[in-house]
């Protein structure tokens, strides 16, 4: 009796699902390009808030918004704004100019805050759902003569719909909050050993998620390899699955590839967010340091977008969390970026000045920073990135992101 590789691994339970808000890291996925930067978006699903992560300290109305943060002490930046402390691991990069980050910030969607639907308008770069089924990366692979996908297979079930389109990209959805025993690693060996494409993959994998294989050969039917396979799982313990992410993606960026984008879970703060957002803030700067560390050279000509669907909102809850809100905050990195700043237009916290009288108010789009920090990158065509990678976006004034 024979087993169809996919459909095993499928039934088996290898490959996992991410929701919006799940502590999960998601695929990345990766695009080669005719040019010498190198762009890397961060999805950061859950909704971050902006407010507490770069925290407007000279504005007097935050502090009656937030109130006391007792010994939760930020770091301060410009004289306006103070990073949160579990950030203080890029405060080095601040000082340097290889990080900063744009307030007041969000995009066109509105409203109803729901996560699912601000993710999808977040990765198709538009001014309203259902416009486009591709990604904004991906349209802006579409425009550039002799982009090109490197040869890719995936083990997993989700795509980035951020890079999903008519161009070829790259992709790669290791499951990687997985652990395997080593009879189960054994096991899909056997399986795919006759396939060198899944092999590859799954080697990979392995490597992103941190596992080792070992055991002996052991003969099993199909039906026993599915129970054995699925015995042999159970969560990871250890947060290493983000900094595994990041340096492969650097592997892949010091090649061929000039896009890497994935996304980072977590950041759905209803309740204790002193508790939750802290953990997500420290994986954030971890992924940042093992980029900057295993890109080396490159990372002179790279720049990290870090994105969210919409902030929250501006007072907290019963639960010491913040509810979805509206505008937030972008994060970026890199050593291509003009860094050690803050860019936008504060819009101020008195009740009058927020949007429902619940949220920040965004003050400029979330696109139109992206899209000059693409032209800054690759010198891209404004009309292009207006037109075509941001179908109605407005850029308004160059705000200086990149050198």
């Not at 092999?199 to 039906?223: C, I, S, V």
């Amino acid at each position: 009796m024979t087993m169809d590789r996919r459909a095993f691994l499928l039934r088996s339970g290898l490959i996992g699902c991410s929701l919006a808000a799940s502590p999960l890291v998601t695929p990345v996925s990766f695009a080669a390009a005719p040019w010498d930067g190198r762009l890397v978006v961060i999805v950061l699903r859950g909704g971050m808030d902006g407010l507490d992560v770069l925290r407007p300290v000279g504005d007097p109305g935050f502090a009656a918004l937030r109130g006391d943060h007792g010994n939760d002490a930020p770091l301060p930046l410009d004289g306006f704004f103070a990073l949160h402390p579990a950030l203080s691991a890029l405060l080095p990069l601040w000082q340097a100019g290889e990080f900063g980050a744009v307030h007041a910030v969000s995009t066109p969607y509105r409203d109803r805050r729901s996560h699912f639907d601000g993710q999808d308008l977040l990765e198709a770069g538009t001014d309203a759902p259902g416009v486009a089924r591709d990604g904004w990366l991906n349209r802006l692979l579409q425009t550039v003569p002799g982009a090109e996908a490197e040869t890719a297979y995936a083990i997993g079930r989700d795509e980035l719909k951020l890079l999903g389109g008519a161009a070829g990209v790259m992709r790669w959805a290791p499951e990687a909050d997985l652990v395997l025993s080593p009879q189960a690693l054994r096991l899909a060996e056997m399986v795919m050993r006759d396939d060198p494409a899944f092999a590859a993959a799954f080697a990979q994998a392995r490597m992103l998620a941190g596992t080792d294989a070992g055991g002996a050969a052991m003969a099993a039917t199909p039906g026993q390899m599915m129970g054995m396979m699925q015995d042999g799982m159970q969560a990871a313990r250890g947060e290493a699955a983000h900094g595994n992410i990041a340096r492969f993606a650097a592997e892949k960026l010091r090649g061929d590839a000039r896009i890497a984008a994935f996304s980072l879970n977590g950041w759905d703060t209803h309740e204790r967010q002193d508790v939750g957002l802290p953990r997500a803030l420290g994986r954030l700067a971890e992924t940042i340091l093992a980029l900057r560390d295993e890109l080396g050279p490159v990372w002179a000509r790279t720049a990290v977008l870090a994105m969210t669907e919409f902030g929250r909102t501006a007072r907290l809850n019963g639960t010491r969390g913040t509810d979805h809100g509206t505008g937030g905050a972008m994060l970026l990195a890199g050593g291509a970026l003009a860094g050690g700043r803050v860019w936008g237009d504060w819009p101020g916290l008195t009740e009058a000045d927020l949007y429902q009288r619940r949220d920040l108010a965004a003050t400029r789009d979330l696109r139109a920073h992206a899209a000059w920090a693409m032209r800054g990158l690759f010198g891209l065509d404004q009309a292009v990135l207006e037109r075509t990678v941001f179908p109605g976006l407005e850029m308004g004034a160059d705000p200086g992101l990149i050198l």
